[in-house]
């Protein structure tokens, strides 16, 4: 074939057998389309409805409230006076939801650091180190969350000292170390999958343009699985936030420890279930973004085999 066959060719095939590292594309065509949740808020019959069901449910606490003589404290006016301390703890102190979501960023960040080096040892060449990133991955991936966390806040130390200088360490320090792990193990197979899923072909060709294996893995195979790890990484995201009341067992004063404490505050049964239905609503709208998110990104990068 001669040079000038060869470049009609590619030109008006474009393909080739050669295994050849395929560049990341963007389709501008398909761009970002609008979400699961701008199209819910547009919806009006959906809109019109959720607002009928907050009017009722208002005129509902009110009658009650009346019947039982307290005009002044409805369930509304209660979750109103207790929502500063749920969300964000007593003055002075840091708790409450916003302690949840800070737990969720730091063990999620932790765990992604950790389980990207555990994954890329399972795949290693040596044995040794295979078998260890292995092991390791199995034992917290199948431990159960709350073990650990138990574990873990009886295992380290309250206090430490530096330099003759004595450091507390506070209960939910040590329940975000904890929660991490499990994220660790279950990163780490992520990683681990999105490495297999990678065509040999892909490390023959770095191989043929003599390029190292720690080469050929941070410059050619982890980019490719970026796009492939993102939805499952942001799945355990949701997971991690949706667990992370297991330290209020612990003491720590979280959102739902807080939740608790203005229930005993108020001492009225009827509040139990709009108080705890309050705090899961504060989760669900942190939550179901990023699930809706996931879906796009799954859609948009799915694998076509």
Same mark, same amino acid.
């Given at each position: 074939m001669t ?6 060719f590619?030109l008006?095939?474009?393909?080739t057998?050669?295994?050849v590292?395929?560049p990341?594309i ?9 979400g699961n949740?701008?199209?819910l808020a547009s919806?009006?019959?959906v809109?019109?409805t959720i607002?009928?069901?907050?009017v ?7 009658a009650?409230a009346q019947?039982q ?6 369930i509304?006016?209660t979750?109103i006076?207790? $929502? ?6 007593p003055? %002075?102190? =840091?708790? /409450?939801?916003? *302690?949840? @979501? $800070?737990?969720?960023f730091?063990?999620?960040?932790l %765990?992604? =650091?950790l /389980?990207?080096w *555990?994954? @890329?040892?399972q795949v290693?060449?040596?044995t040794?180190?295979r078998?260890?990133?292995?092991a390791?991955t199995?034992i ?11 574990y873990?806040?009886l295992l380290?130390?309250f ?6 200088q004595?450091?507390d ?5 040590k329940a975000?170390f904890?929660?991490?792990?499990p994220i660790m ?7 681990r999958?999105?490495?297999s899923?990678?065509?040999t072909?892909q490390?023959?060709s770095a191989?043929?343009l003599a ?5 050929t893995?941070?410059?050619?195979i982890?980019?490719q699985?970026?796009?492939?790890m993102i ?16 330290i209020?067992i612990l003491?720590?004063?979280?959102g739902m420890?807080l939740?608790?404490n203005?229930?005993a505050a108020e001492g009225?049964s ?13 989760f ?8 809706s998110?996931t879906?796009r990104l799954e859609?948009?990068f799915?694998i076509?085999?």
């Amino acid at each position: 074939m001669t040079g000038k066959t060869m470049s009609k060719f590619f030109l008006t095939e474009g393909k080739t057998d050669l295994p050849v590292l395929k560049p990341f594309i963007v389709d501008s065509k398909s761009g970002w389309q609008s979400g699961n949740l701008v199209a819910l808020a547009s919806n009006r019959n959906v809109g019109f409805t959720i607002a009928l069901a907050l009017v009722v449910w208002l005129l509902f606490d009110s009658a009650v409230a009346q019947s039982q003589g307290d005009s002044n404290q409805t369930i509304f006016q209660t979750l109103i006076k207790w $929502t500063p301390l749920m969300f964000k703890g007593p003055e %002075g102190e =840091f708790g /409450g939801f916003v *302690l949840n @979501i $800070t737990v969720s960023f730091i063990s999620m960040a932790l %765990g992604t =650091f950790l /389980g990207l080096w *555990l994954g @890329i040892g399972q795949v290693s060449p040596n044995t040794a180190i295979r078998r260890v990133s292995w092991a390791i991955t199995q034992i917290f991936r199948n431990s159960p969350w709350l073990v650990l966390l138990f574990y873990f806040m009886l295992l380290l130390p309250f206090t430490i000292e530096i330099f003759g200088q004595k450091f507390d360490i506070p209960g939910w320090t040590k329940a975000t170390f904890a929660l991490s792990l499990p994220i660790m193990a279950n990163v780490s197979e992520i990683v681990r999958g999105a490495i297999s899923s990678i065509e040999t072909g892909q490390w023959e060709s770095a191989e043929s343009l003599a390029f190292s294996r720690t080469q050929t893995m941070w410059r050619i195979i982890l980019p490719q699985c970026v796009k492939r790890m993102i939805p499952p990484w942001m799945n355990w995201y949701c997971i991690l936030t949706m667990s992370t009341p297991l330290i209020s067992i612990l003491g720590v004063n979280d959102g739902m420890t807080l939740t608790q404490n203005a229930l005993a505050a108020e001492g009225r049964s009827e509040f139990l279930i709009p108080m705890y239905l309050w705090l899961m609503a504060w989760f669900f709208a942190y939550s179901y973004p990023i699930a809706s998110l996931t879906r796009r990104l799954e859609r948009r990068f799915a694998i076509e085999t």
